[in-house]
């Protein structure tokens, strides 16, 4: 793989693992959520806010990441 040498590559293939394991938590609860038929108590609306905020956060550096490699820093 030509990108397999580049730490900015593991770092974006990491950040996107981590983002689809964040994102297991408020997909369960809106499940609930849905098949409940009630609207959302404020303590899991908040719970489900910080999961949402976490994954927002680790998206931002994706093109980062993508730039970096793409300038080829990283190499190792």
């Known amino acids: 793989?030509?990108?397999?040498?580049?730490?900015?590559?593991?770092?974006k293939i990491g950040t996107f693992l981590l983002v689809a394991v964040l994102s297991v938590p408020p997909t369960i609860q809106f499940i609930?959520?849905?098949r409940a038929g009630e609207p959302p108590s404020g303590p899991n609306v908040g719970r489900v806010q910080k999961f949402l905020y976490a994954e927002l956060v680790l998206f931002a550096f994706l093109p980062i990441f993508a730039a970096a490699m793409a300038r080829g820093y990283g190499e190792f």
């Open 32 to 34: 609930k959520w849905q």
């Open 1 to 11: 793989m030509y990108y397999s040498h580049n730490a900015f590559f593991w770092a």
